[in-house]
């Protein structure tokens, strides 16, 4: 055991193949909620033509593709130079991070001009909503 106070990490450390393991069921798990949330998102922003539905989608994978560009980048450089991949395996993990986040930019440029064309198909507002043409005598 590495450290005392670490105990719970050792057969994590010991053991990579179980810490390949967690890591990939922890990335499904994620991938499976974000998809379940995902669908309904997309499908309600599209028959109701609500760009606002589209907006958390927007803004969360934004989050994503940059924390998944710089932890990508980091982490195939950071275990190429402590040896733990070779320099071969060390480049496909930065050719697979910066194609999965192409191919997360494409989406998302996808989203975001279908955000833009419902926000233009909107009818112009003018700063009034329904309550603001109510009189003191009606009853709500």
Known sequence: MWCDYC?????????????????????????????????PLLIAASKNSR???LLPWLIFNFVTVS?????????????????????EGGSVS??????????????????YSYYKQLKEQLPPTTGQNKYSQLDSSDKV
Not at 10 to 39: E, F, W
Not at 67 to 87: E, H, N, R
């Open 7 to 39: 105990h719970w990490y050792s057969p994590i450390r010991s053991n990579s193949t179980a810490l390949v393991t967690y890591c990939l069921t922890g990335g499904i798990i994620g991938l499976v909620v974000m998809i379940s949330v995902t669908i």
């Open 94 to 111: 930065l050719a697979v991070t910066l194609l999965g986040s192409g191919l997360h930019i494409y989406f998302w440029l996808v989203i």
């Open 67 to 87: 924390l998944g560009i710089g932890l990508g980048l980091f982490a195939s450089i950071y275990f190429m130079k402590k040896k733990w991949i070779q320099v």
């Open 51 to 53: 760009p606002g539905l």
